[in-house]
T-cell receptor, first 111, second 113 residues
Framework: DAKTTQPPSMDCAEGRAANLPCNHSTISGNEYVYWYRQIHSQGPQYIIH???NNETNEMASLIITEDRKSSTLILPHATLRDTAVYYCIVRPRGPSGKLIFGQGTTLQVKP | DAGVTQSPTHLIKTRGQQVTLRCSPISGHKSVSWYQQVLGQGPQFIFQYYEKEERGRGNFPDRFSARQFPNYSSELNVNALLLGDSALYLC????????????FGPGTRLTVL
């Protein structure tokens, strides 16, 4: 089972920041938080990941709370092309390094 | 650089048949993972291969098998197809095995009639 909880859907106005929350209250100290998105049955696209510090790249920012029990993915200026299902994944340790996907959050960016 | 490629893009089979799906990883990546995504759900892990050895297996029946070749490409085989095997099959590659970031291909859409 997925170790994360996300709202099933969110709306965001085009040009505004999209803030996608994720709860992972049972995360272990050495587990990373990964974010992927999937646009209409294409392959999932890697966005960003982090352990305990905030991270930023050209796509998004990841804010992880100090207790690591939750995080927020921030898309600073959402566009219509950001409409997708966003998956927050806590990656378990182990030889396979498998990703366990939950249901994700469907983000709808509206003009 | 080319990303992960998968073939074919779409496939239609009938129940009881066998299917082989193919995946070419990003150049330099030595690990390939396979996922199944049924409509309306998130992807589910099937296998991971690293340096031609199986490193992980998800909760799938023995009808599902895979292998990795010396050039690090991979095949996923599914025997005795069932209607429930209809799904998007995704391949992901990563540089190493354990905690490297996985990058996904576009998937193969399998329809079983």
């Amino acid at each position: 089972d997925a170790k994360t909880t996300q709202p099933p859907s969110m709306d965001c106005a085009e040009g505004r920041a999209a803030n996608l929350p994720c709860n992972h209250s049972t995360i272990s100290g050495n587990e990373y938080v990964y974010w992927y998105r999937q646009i209409h049955s294409q392959g999932p696209q890697y966005i960003i990941h982090g352990l305990k510090n905030n991270e930023t790249n050209e796509m998004a920012s990841l804010i992880i709370t100090e207790d690591r029990k939750s995080s927020t993915l921030i898309l600073p200026h959402a566009t219509l092309r950001d409409t997708a299902v966003y998956y927050c994944i806590v990656r378990p340790r182990g030889p396979s390094g498998k990703l366990i996907f939950g249901q994700g959050t469907t983000l709808q960016v509206k003009p | 650089d080319a990303g992960v490629t998968q073939s074919p893009t779409h496939l239609i089979k009938t129940r009881g048949q066998q299917v082989t799906l193919r995946c070419s990883p990003i150049s330099g990546h030595k690990s390939v993972s396979w996922y199944q995504q049924v409509l309306g759900q998130g992807p589910q892990f099937i296998f991971q291969y690293y340096e031609k050895e199986e490193r992980g297996r998800g909760n799938f029946p023995d009808r599902f098998s895979a292998r990795q070749f010396p050039n690090y490409s991979s095949e996923l085989n599914v025997n005795a197809l069932l209607l429930g095997d209809s799904a998007l099959y995704l391949c992901a590659s990563s540089p190493g095995s354990m905690m490297d970031t996985q990058y996904f291909g576009p998937g193969t859409r399998l329809t079983v009639l």
